[in-house]
């Protein structure tokens, strides 16, 4: 017994900052290519960076001049205001409450009818953004499938994507990212054991007051996680908008990503692009913070 | 409303509303799938006149889809194996060792696995033009390989914390160094959590669009993300049918690595995993 305990532990002695080499390559390519980007964004976010014009010649530290020109900016109150409509209407309200219901209803019925809808939901995940895109661009498009069905229905043509064009970019995040919801809540549903609720029903609780006094309660944990998880994944939510909307029309659904995209890319400022960087990573800070903490108690 | 009547209408609504939500799902996702084989493919669902398989064969008998698929697949191919060799070593003494300083490392892992990549794109790309790492490939591989570690480290770890000490102790004991002891005895035991982190990473990379479009300029170097959303976005929607029939072979690869995973998750789906410290 005591030999063959002391034998690995001389094994690791002998290599005893082995492990050094196993780390290193991967906290390498992490402190270059995702580290120091991050800091990167902090520095350059004081500078004049820019791609075109003077600036691209001179990199020029300026202070807390593109955080001035940020708070003056109506288009970054504009932006704000789109993250948040999106954020609440796409993760918090559409993929987190649709995928409990989702659950929820799923819930000891008939296990045929819940693969097929379950499949059908997942599909929508599983499709990468640009195909959810293409998909639901064409659904509420002019000629689209929505407008055939109310056309059908005798209802006059809606030109969606002009006239609700963030309720159309929210459906679509709700239509890609529900089943991640779905998901976790259907594992952490199994979990509530039936015997609580079975009691609940004895004692003539109602399915409302079995639903808020007993289910909800037990899973808050993974609602608490989940909402911060989803609300992390549609805070960089850029492709699914960008191929649909474009941010338009006008500044409609121009969230932080888009915006910070035109700033960077399309108007060059790289310097103001990355100060609005640094907003949509301060938000991502704050909600990862939150969430670890959430995950630790 | 009588008992009886409330007992059997609860029976049912739950089936009616997610037969409604079931159908909206649904409608977006039938309609890429006929219009692919919809000789006149439109904007909205119809039901084609006659099939037709002209549209795949065109997407695939083109050179330049074929290239897109190729660069695509080799990104994320290469950024699925990467990922797990450097996860699976970095993984090793995290989960065997007592290392002062690995409470603090794993949270600061967490804590990169969960914030936005978006956020980031505007250091990365003028980072990459310092590096000449611009409109490069295996530059992309490389940034993607660095967004997908943090996950990599963290999954990996956990599922190695479940592999028992015991067999690698044997090996051991019967000269195997460390290496071959992660080689033969841990990755083999592994199986299902390597699969997992590789279609995870391979997927994540498969479907992105931001990265290659922020850091690739030449179209000849587009994988098929970026050449869809060419088609889709610069020159109109000309061929519906091309496009849909584009979009399900792009999707497949996901699908069908989804698919398999379901084999490699014991448990479905949960959170709990991430739990453990």
Redesign the interface.
């Known amino acids: 017994m005591n030999s ?1 305990a002391a ?2 532990l001389a ?2 002695k002998k ?1 005893s900052y ?2 050094i080499y ?2 290193l ?3 390498a ?2 402190l ?7 800091l ?2 902090f520095y ?1 976010s004081f500078t004049n ?1 820019a791609l075109t014009g003077e600036a691209a010649k001179e990199l020029k530290f300026i202070g807390l001049d593109n955080y001035v020109r940020m708070f003056q900016d109506p288009s970054v109150r504009v932006s704000i205001w789109n993250t948040l409509v999106f954020l609440i209407g796409s993760a918090v309200i559409g993929q987190q409450v ?1 995928g409990f ?2 659950a929820l ?2 819930k000891h ?2 296990r045929l ?1 819940r693969r ?2 379950g499949t ?5 995940w ?6 959810c ?7 509420f ?5 929505l ?2 069905i109310i056309g059908f229905l005798g209802i006059p043509d809606v030109a969606w994507l002009y006239t609700v064009p963030m309720l159309t970019v929210i459906l679509a995040n709700i ?1 890609h990212g ?1 089943a991640f919801s779905m ?2 809540f ?3 549903l199994d979990d509530v054991p039936n015997e609580i609720e079975e009691a609940a029903v004895v004692d003539g609780a109602s ?1 409302m007051q079995i639903l808020l006094r007993i289910t909800i309660p037990y899973i808050k944990q ?1 609602i608490t ?2 909402m ?2 989803v609300t ?2 549609t ?5 699914l908008i960008y ?1 649909m909307t474009g941010g338009g029309p006008g500044t409609a659904t121009t969230t932080l ?1 888009i915006f ?2 035109n700033q ?2 399309v108007n060059y400022q ?1 310097g103001y ?2 100060a609005i ?2 907003l ?2 301060l938000l ?2 704050v ?3 939150f ?2 903490r959430s ?1 630790k108690e | 409303m009588n008992g009886q009547q409330r007992k059997w209408v609860y029976r049912i609504l739950p089936y009616a509303i997610l037969a409604v939500i079931g159908l909206c799902f649904l409608l977006p996702l039938l309609w890429v799938l006929v219009a692919s084989i919809d000789p006149n493919a439109m904007q909205s669902l119809k039901m084609p006149a006659r099939f037709t398989g002209a549209n795949y064969s065109e997407v695939i008998t083109s050179q330049e889809n074929q290239r897109a698929f190729a660069i695509g697949l080799l990104m994320s191919l290469g950024q699925a194996l990467i990922v797990v060799i450097l996860s699976l070593l970095a993984a090793y003494p995290l989960s065997r060792y007592q290392l002062k300083y690995k409470k603090p490392f794993m949270l600061t892992i967490l804590f990169m696995t969960s914030l936005p990549i978006t956020a980031v794109m505007v250091p990365v790309y003028q980072l990459f033009l310092g590096l000449k790492l611009y409109n490069n490939v295996f530059g992309v591989v490389l940034f993607f390989v660095a967004s997908s570690m943090p996950y990599g480290i963290w999954m990996i770890k956990n599922f190695m914390d479940s592999v028992p000490n015991d067999l690698e102790e044997a090996a051991w004991v019967d000269g195997a160094s460390v290496f071959t002891g992660i080689r033969k005895v841990v990755a083999p035991l592994m199986v299902p959590g390597i699969c997992t982190v590789a279609i995870f990473t391979f997927s994540g990379s498969w479907g992105n669009f931001f990265v290659p479009y922020i850091l690739l300029n030449s179209p000849e170097k587009f994988p098929a993300s970026l050449k869809l959303y060419q088609f889709f976005g610069q020159y109109g929607m000309a061929d519906y049918g091309q496009l849909a029939a584009f979009s399900v072979l792009y999707a497949l690869p996901s699908v069908l690595l989804y698919i398999l995973s379901q084999q490699f998750m014991s448990k479905g789906f949960g959170l709990q995993g991430g739990t453990k410290g």
Request: with cysteine; hydrophobic share 60%.
């Open positions: 063959s034998l690995p094994h690791k290599r082995a492990w196993f780390l390559p991967s906290i390519v992490m270059v290519f995702f580290i120091y980007p991050i990167l964004t350059y960076l649709l219901v989702i209803l799923m019925k008939n009818f097929v809808i059908i939901v997942l599909a929508g599983v499709t990468p953004e640009i195909v895109a293409l998909c639901l661009y064409s659904f498009g002019d000629e689209g499938t407008n055939a239509w529900t998901l976790v259907q594992a952490a399915r993974t996680t989940n911060m998880l992390l994944q805070l960089g939510v850029f492709g191929a990503p910070m995209y960077a890319f790289l692009g990355t960087s640094l949509l990573l991502g800070i909600l990862s913070l969430y670890i995950m």
